[in-house]
């Protein structure tokens, strides 16, 4: 373990099993650093300490008591190897404890022990279970719960407590401690530099590097803990807003096309839809022309909710840039450049699913119809365009090569599509509007995939519906300007969203329901937890409704007239484009599936969504599935069938039935979750402390503040050499895929 840095390699300085090194891998850690900043979510404080009985189903909590009927085993069907034995607390009260891949623990306790374990209590089939908890062997059970167990001198925890860490099956928070506590010992932590400039510590009190490390792993206070959490999240909030501004400066010197908006061709075109826009579908579309008319690459973000018109908008943009003539290629670079006399500006439109992009073909089909524009589509399983030269009003199958030699002369001035637009022999003319729908989000080298072989870019909308808190916003999107679409089109009903207890009756009344608005015609969502029922043999798996499962109970019981059918994550891309086909044609009166049906296809006639399990879901996604059924103005319900057993989770599901829309949500949403709960790292890139400090919205400004004074005055950080090798590593870089 001599001669430590940040990049040496934990297997090779430190003994670990393969187990062990596994579960590191899934959880991102193979270097010092990676283990350096993988940080604890809490600290395991006496005032933790619970009974059985009194203990919350559902958050962490310390306990104390005996171990007992200790034995090893295996899971029924994935044979994974585990220790289980029973604790009895000192009110008698016994709770079953299971631990994953770590049977070796049966054999270290002796039966009779008195131990101390840190975990989440669940609620199973036969009573409360905890799986994988921290333990710790104890010589005597402590006879009151108030008794400190941190005044043993011989005890290697500090008097704050144990750093408790995220952790994964085959590696425990325990080891996660005692590694990191011998490399602080190292020497390592004394030739850290600092990489936020001193200026900044002493602005904001800061911790340095150094003490901020030692601060966060082994605190002997809750304000040395509290001050190192806010550097880290300073930190990673300062770096991305650091990368975020330089790479909004580079974007500054390239050179997109500057257009011409025809104001009157613009307001006939929008004056030809059936509707008048919403204040901010018009706040949004000025936004955007005003933009374009820049010669300066556009890089906006279109939020709405879920049915809020942003199609309607990126279609306005769409007309707006095909109106434009391309340049003569012989005055680029020019001051006084020339336009041709024929071809039209291209557009691109990106969509997240083959079917999402077929439908968007389709109303941009109606859209433009009469207009005389050419559209194109391009997914991996085919390519149409629009108009036939037999037919004006309809569409035809053609060969890829013949669409993308359209493409590439610039015949075709629209095309939409998936993936398939940013391959290799996908080639633009005049490619001057990027649309990117639903989170995909890609930087220069992606849209440069895109454009044409000169020194343009194109400009860059990328469109939404996640709800997003505006600090949040302000962190990771601000290399790019915002616009948000608040209102829904006029005539469109709000979703009756109720909350339905765990009773019989409770169920068949909304089972009723349902069945009232099938013989309507309409269309209903199942949404479930899991694809599969659960092992019968595990007595404390969780009893959560299965797509399998409970398809084949409604098909023979509530609903066996009509036609269900399933879909889940484990059916192929193809499988699933062929069902949800099937559910937009109407022949499929029930889809029962999993959360994939959060971002896809649009049903009009969908009007109703039962959401199983309802508690274990976020709300931003309970918020989206809710959005599938928000789709015309036919009345809207979204049942949340929920066993909400703590006033946390009855909070979090109540703020889904009074928000006004997804923005209030998406603060309500910040606002009850604490750190771990955010899910920071999967759907954002951020860590947890990061996604937690971004409740200050003070912090977030401060930070954006000071990343855009460095740029303005150094962007290549020649004068920050560390704030460089951060940046150039791109640590806290984000990505959208």
């Known amino acids: 373990m001599k001669n430590l840095t940040l990049q040496s390699k934990i297997e090779g300085n430190f003994r670990i099993t393969d187990t062990q090194k596994k579960a590191l891998k899934r959880i991102g850690i193979e270097t010092v650093r990676d283990l350096l900043y993988h940080f604890p979510t809490r600290y395991s404080h006496m005032s933790e300490v619970a009974t059985i009985e009194r203990a919350p189903i559902g958050e962490p909590v310390t306990l104390y008591g005996i171990i007992d009927k200790l034995k090893t085993g295996k899971t029924y069907t994935s044979r994974v190897p585990t220790a289980s034995g029973v604790l009895t607390d000192i009110n008698g009260d016994t709770v079953k404890v299971t631990w994953f891949n770590q049977a070796f623990i049966a054999k270290k306790l002796e039966n009779g022990s008195s131990v101390k374990l840190t975990g989440t209590i669940a609620e199973g089939t036969y009573g409360k279970m905890m799986a994988n908890p921290e333990f710790e062997e104890l010589p005597d059970m402590p006879i009151d719960n108030h008794d400190s167990l941190f005044k043993n001198e011989s005890s290697d925890v500090t008097e704050f407590g144990y750093p408790i860490y995220p952790e994964s099956r085959g590696i425990t928070s325990k080891w996660m401690y005692h590694t990191i506590v011998k490399i602080m ?37 809750q304000r040395d803990a509290d001050a190192a959490k806010k550097r880290f999240a300073f930190e990673e909030i300062f770096f991305i807003q650091l990368r975020n501004q330089q790479r909004r400066a580079q974007h500054r010197k390239v050179h997109a096309y500057d257009l011409a908006v025809d104001d009157t061709k613009t307001e006939k075109f929008i004056s030809s839809f059936p509707f008048t826009p919403t204040d901010g579908q018009s706040s949004a579309i000025a936004s955007i022309l005003n933009d374009m008319t820049s010669d300066t690459p556009m890089t906006r973000l279109l939020e709405g909710d879920v049915g809020s018109g942003k199609t309607f908008v990126a279609a306005v943009a769409a007309h707006a840039t095909i109106q434009n003539r391309p340049l003569k290629r012989s005055t680029f670079g020019q001051t006084k450049k020339e336009q041709q006399t024929f071809g039209r500006l291209q557009v691109a439109y990106m969509a997240p699913t083959e079917v999402l992009a077929t439908q968007l073909f389709e109303n941009f089909i109606e859209y433009f119809s009469g207009t005389g524009i050419q559209i194109g589509l391009l997914t991996g399983s085919g390519c149409r365009k629009f108009p036939s030269k037999v037919q004006s009003e309809s569409w035809t199958n053609i060969s890829r090569t013949q669409l993308l030699k359209w493409v590439k002369n610039g015949e075709v001035p629209i095309v939409i599509g998936t993936h398939a637009l940013i391959q290799k022999k ?28 000169d020194d343009r870019l194109p400009h860059y909308l990328s469109m939404t519906a996640t709800p997003i808190p505006r600090t949040l916003a302000l962190t990771i999107y601000s290399d790019l300007d915002l616009s948000v679409i608040d209102q829904m089109p006029s005539g469109r009903k709000p979703v009756i969203t109720e909350i339905v207890p765990p009773i019989d009756d409770a169920r068949e009344r909304v089972y009723a329901n349902i069945r009232d608005q099938l013989d309507e015609g309409r269309q209903v969502y199942v949404i479930c937890p899991r694809i599969d029922e659960p092992d019968p043999s595990k007595a404390n798996a969780l009893q959560l409704k299965s797509v399998k499962a409970e398809a084949k109970r409604l098909s023979e019981t509530e609903f066996k007239d009509y036609h269900i059918d399933i879909m889940h994550s484990k059916m192929t891309k193809a499988q699933k484009e062929e069902v949800m086909n099937r559910f937009y044609n109407h022949d499929i009166d029930i889809l029962v599936s999993t959360s994939v049906v959060e971002v896809g296809v649009n049903v009009p006639n969908a009007t109703s969504i039962i959401i199983e399990g309802a508690e274990r879901f976020g709300l931003a996604q309970l918020h989206q599935l809710r959005g599938r059924v928000i789709r015309s103005n036919h009345q809207a319900y979204c049942y949340l069938f929920a066993d909400a057993k703590s006033d946390k989770t009855v909070d979090r599901l109540n703020a889904i039935v009074e928000a006004k829309n997804g923005f209030e949500l998406a603060e309500i949403d910040l606002s009850l979750r604490g750190a771990g709960d955010l899910a920071g790292q999967k759907q954002w890139g951020m860590s947890d402390l990061a996604m937690e400090a971004i409740k200050n919205i003070k912090m977030v400004e401060f930070a954006r503040d000071e990343a855009k004074n460095i740029i303005e005055n150094d962007e290549a950080l020649e004068s920050y050499p560390e704030l460089k090798e951060v940046i150039d590593q791109d640590t806290y870089h984000i990505h959208f895929e």
């Open 185 to 221: 010992g190292s020497g390592l932590l004394d030739t850290l530099e600092d990489p936020l400039p001193e200026y900044l510590l002493k602005k904001y009190q800061l911790p340095t590097l150094k003490t901020a490390l030692v601060w966060i792993h082994a605190p002997k206070r």
């Open 426 to 453: 996908v080639e633009f003319q005049d490619l001057a509007l990027v649309i990117i729908d639903e989170q995909h989000r890609f930087g220069t080298k992606q849209r440069m995939k895109l454009s044409a072989k």
